[in-house]
């Protein structure tokens, strides 16, 4: 997971170990505010704190971590119309970047701004990414789980839009008083749970995969009968297994979330409950299994 760190980087000195573009050799470089440049560093082998500006000569001490993510938060807030509800937010991304044209590290720091919108009548979820001009805003529908992954850095801005407190009072506020949202909640579960509200009823480990993501996305018949289901596990169980799972079974498939794949394997395999529950116990104590 990327490590977010508040701040401009850009404002302190730092110094950060790179390789050349052209012959690959490594190169140590450094940046500092007051002459506001980044260049290779001054080294002196014999000094405690060997790195040095080599235009002022200001020794150089902390270290750029170029892993973490570094941003200034600009704006949060959550928008209540008559038929949607709105989380917006702009922050400043803070970026090293070199320049092949100039051959220089370049300091970027640049303005995103995003919208997560769910329509209140129709169930839907969508992120908007705002451009400079409205024309070249971007929009995603998000209400299946799929992301979109070609945009520039959405892992990361998604990672940040997660960790911000407003994002998850805009996921309480919408979710119903019974969902015990989990640590780790993306925006894609969000937007999941908000179209289909049946789907917390089951372990979150079973709906967050991928697969069980995949298979939701093409099972276009089966999704509609969710609307129509009781808000009982137990029928949201069989209704899922295309079968009636004994109560023992269904306690046993909860607490093992895991095993929900192979629970769909033995139904089609195992017409008794009690012949699935003994694989299923003997299955679980593989502990191989316990790795998705």
Known sequence: MTEIVYENPFKKDFRIHSHDIDDNEPVDLVHCTKCNHIVPASINEEATHKFSCPLCQKRIIRRFRDCKMHVTKVYGKIFHYDEKVVYSCGFYHHILKYCHKAKIMKKLSILYQYNISHNTKTGYTYLLKKGKNPKYNKFANLSLGCLPLQWSLIREHLAYMEEDPLFKEFAKQLLPEWFDIPESFCVNDLAVYLRYPHLGLLPYEVTSSLSFREELRKATKKRKELSNLPFKKKALINWLFVTSIPKREQKY????????????????????????????????????????
Do not use: A, Q
């Open 253 to 292: 498939i909860c607490e093992h979330p895991h095993l929900f794949l192979l629970e769909g394997l033995l139904t089609k395999l195992f017409r008794n409950g009690d012949i699935r529950y003994e694989v299923l116990v003997k299955l679980n104590e593989i502990k191989r299994l316990e790795d998705p």
